[in-house]
């Protein structure tokens, strides 16, 4: 190394320095631990099976917020939506709450950004309709591999229900496990005598799965989410289930000097410490958001801007009449 080059050489140093200062920490946590605190100016306005909370790791440091919604439940349901914007198939989150009504809205699955209109990377199914396919195959360095990856479905008794799926022509089949595939290596095709047809009314494929059967089980390599960015540490969403069928929705902020984001194990242990036993990653990134009666709960991407996406989990509170009293019941 010349003069010259020594004479750089701090400069260098200090930039180097700074650059991964910026960066979050890359750091691998087998625990999350969170400060969870309910949103008592939320709660109060919403009703008594909806929940609200926020969340603190300042060490991480972590911002995250979760909503706990009473599923089946005679006066609120949850519905998988696609955006009626016809001119992109797209629209922010808090519009799909302000347009439909909804209590509660929180981003759903991959799309493909570049292409206008919106195209769905997975399935998408609402009220019975198949609007997209599920992943059929995915591509990695010349080799081809058979995709069943993870989605959340909705019967029509409003169960919540979680599966690996795949879709030949207009039929839904769910998996009890997802092809073993791993880097180089396809795994054998799928045998369709394993599968079953999936009853749901309402369904959205992301993934991968997190949590299955109240274990940590997060298939990226089966899914084929080896040589994406997916596993990086990112801001997230995710969707869940208790033993007793309450669905959790969950959102991480990221990319900030605030909160870090998680990878998808951390993500998955914060799922299972809510009480999940059935959870699964939805998109993340700059699509996470979540809103509660017409409030963006979240800092998307560090700022108040929220990404248009293609589909949500939208969930509506709709009271039961209150029959009017007879004369002689006064």
């Given at each position: 190394?010349?003069?010259?080059?020594?004479?750089?050489?701090?400069?260098?140093?200090?930039?180097?320095?700074?650059?991964?200062?910026?960066?979050?920490?890359q750091?691998?946590?087998?625990?999350?631990?969170?400060?969870?605190?309910?949103?008592?100016?939320?709660?109060?306005?919403?009703?008594?099976?909806?929940?609200?909370?926020?969340?603190l790791?300042?060490?991480?440091?972590?911002?995250?917020?979760?909503?706990?919604?009473?599923?089946?439940?005679?006066?609120?349901?949850?519905?998988?939506?696609i955006?009626?914007?016809?001119?992109?198939?797209?629209?922010?989150?808090?519009?799909?709450?302000?347009?439909?009504?909804?209590?509660?809205?929180?981003?759903?699955?991959?799309?493909?950004?570049?292409?206008?209109?919106?195209?769905?990377?997975?399935?998408?199914?609402?009220?019975?309709?198949?609007?997209?396919?599920?992943?059929?195959?995915?591509?990695?360095?010349?080799?081809?591999?058979?995709?069943?990856?993870?989605?959340?479905?909705?019967?029509?008794?409003?169960?919540?229900?979680?599966?690996?799926?795949?879709?030949?022509?207009?039929?839904?089949?769910?998996?009890?496990?997802?092809?073993?595939?791993?880097?180089?290596?396809?795994?054998?095709?799928?045998?369709?005598?394993?599968?079953?047809?999936?009853?749901?009314?309402?369904?959205?494929?992301?993934?991968?799965?997190?949590?299955?059967?109240?274990?940590i089980?997060?298939?990226?390599?089966?899914?084929?989410?080896?040589?994406?960015s997916?596993?990086?540490?990112?801001?997230?969403?995710?969707?869940?289930?208790?033993k007793?069928?309450?669905?959790?929705?969950?959102?991480?902020?990221?990319?900030?000097?605030?909160?870090?984001?998680v990878?998808?194990?951390e993500?998955?242990v914060?799922?299972r410490?809510?009480?999940?036993?059935?959870?699964?990653?939805?998109?993340?990134?700059?699509?996470?958001?979540?809103?509660?009666?017409?409030?963006l709960?979240?800092?998307?991407?560090?700022?108040?801007?929220?990404?248009?996406?293609?589909?949500?989990?939208?969930?509506?509170?709709?009271?039961?009449?209150?029959?009017p009293?007879?004369?002689?019941?006064?």
């Amino acid at each position: 190394m010349g003069i010259s080059q020594w004479k750089l050489w701090p400069a260098m140093l200090l930039l180097l320095v700074g650059f991964n200062a910026c960066r979050p920490d890359q750091t691998r946590y087998a625990e999350v631990p969170m400060v969870w605190t309910p949103i008592d100016s939320l709660n109060a306005n919403l009703p008594e099976g909806i929940r609200v909370y926020a969340g603190l790791n300042d060490t991480l440091p972590l911002r995250a917020w979760y909503v706990t919604i009473d599923e089946p439940h005679p006066e609120i349901y949850t519905r998988v939506v696609i955006s009626d914007d016809m001119s992109d198939r797209r629209e922010t989150v808090t519009s799909f709450a302000r347009d439909l009504g909804a209590t509660v809205a929180i981003n759903g699955g991959y799309f493909v950004m570049g292409h206008t209109p919106a195209l769905h990377a997975g399935l998408l199914m609402s009220s019975d309709t198949m609007m997209a396919p599920a992943t059929r195959s995915v591509l990695r360095d010349s080799l081809r591999y058979e995709a069943a990856r993870a989605a959340i479905g909705f019967t029509s008794e409003d169960e919540v229900a979680f599966a690996w799926v795949t879709t030949r022509r207009d039929t839904l089949f769910q998996w009890p496990a997802p092809p073993s595939h791993r880097p180089g290596k396809p795994a054998k095709p799928l045998d369709y005598r394993k599968a079953q047809i999936w009853p749901v009314r309402d369904a959205l494929s992301a993934g991968p799965m997190l949590l299955r059967k109240g274990k940590i089980r997060v298939t990226a390599d089966d899914e084929v989410f080896f040589g994406s960015s997916i596993p990086d540490i990112h801001p997230r969403t995710a969707a869940g289930r208790t033993k007793s069928g309450t669905l959790i929705l969950l959102v991480v902020d990221g990319r900030q000097s605030a909160s870090r984001g998680v990878n998808l194990q951390e993500l998955a242990v914060m799922m299972r410490d809510l009480g999940a036993v059935d959870a699964l990653n939805l998109d993340g990134g700059g699509s996470s958001a979540l809103v509660v009666n017409n409030v963006l709960l979240n800092r998307p991407t560090g700022g108040m801007v929220q990404r248009e996406v293609m589909s949500a989990l939208v969930t509506f509170y709709r009271p039961a009449t209150t029959p009017p009293m007879m004369e002689d019941e006064e």
